[in-house]
């Protein structure tokens, strides 16, 4: 069996790390590099910090924040949000960030997952893909935070994001997200399905079991947030449940 990765999620809006239901509602959770530090401690094997109101408000991504987290931090660190060009993933992945997730900026010019694969290599290209059901076992891409329908198929643009040299997916349900009732399983198994990639499943995360079931449906990967922003787990606390399950997992050092 492969090992799994915890990753926690670090939603930022103007330098602090907040949480809403469904991209609404944000709350303040702390200061992004003190939450990381601390995940990291934890025994957390990724981070994954998102700028959610760069987009909305038409600016990049805040780059003293990703500094400040890449002080703090030794594991690998995972950006998103305001990214529109080439030059934007430049400035992340120089201000400390390994990996640069793009998604509004794909969806209007497909052509960049293509030019960032080629100028950054495939492993640091990751795709966020903001998925809403139609309650009939198809998902529209939604962008600009879940604000603005596409009519485009989720997992077709998954297969398409791949071809053009994406190295991982990071997949979000947008009718799970905060609610802690649990993945999107069938969107889970129908990603994995399509492409050879890794799949990190995000929304809906409530407890460990939750994250083994995402597992179980193909995810490589799990994203929570809200689980451990309120304390309800420590990541080490997750893993201890997952390897008794039978799942295969880093451990800290």
């Known amino acids: 069996m492969l090992t799994v990765r915890i990753i926690p999620c670090l939603d930022v809006k103007h330098g602090r790390v907040v949480k809403g239901v469904k991209f609404q509602g944000l709350r303040d959770q702390g200061a992004p590099d003190e939450l990381a530090a601390a995940y990291e401690g934890q025994g957390a094997d990724e981070i994954v910090m998102l700028d959610v109101s760069a987009t909305p408000e038409g ?16 594991i690998p660190l995972t950006v998103g949000g305001g990214v529109r060009e080439l030059d934007d993933a430049e400035q992340l992945l120089n201000a400390g960030a390994d990996k640069v997730s793009i998604n509004t900026a794909a969806v209007r010019n497909p052509d960049i997952v293509d030019q960032m694969a080629e100028r950054f290599g495939s492993q640091c290209t990751v795709i966020a893909v903001d998925a809403k059901g139609d309650g009939q076992g198809s998902w529209e891409v939604v962008v600009s935070g879940g604000r603005k329908p596409t009519g485009i198929d989720a997992i077709e643009w998954i297969g398409e994001v791949y071809r053009r040299g994406a190295g991982e997916i990071l997949l979000t349900s947008w009718d799970r997200d905060g609610t802690r009732e649990g993945y999107d399983l069938t969107l889970l198994e129908a990603a994995s399905d399509a492409v050879p990639i890794p799949i990190i499943a995000s929304g809906g995360a409530d407890n460990p079991t939750h994250l083994a079931e995402a597992f179980d449906a193909g995810a490589d990967a799990v994203l929570a947030a809200s689980i451990f922003h309120e304390g309800d787990y420590t990541v080490a606390e997750v893993k201890e449940e997952l390897a008794e399950a039978g799942f295969e997992v880093r451990q800290s050092i």
């Open 59 to 74: 600016r990049g991504t805040q780059l003293e924040t990703v500094r400040k987290i890449r002080e703090r931090l030794s």
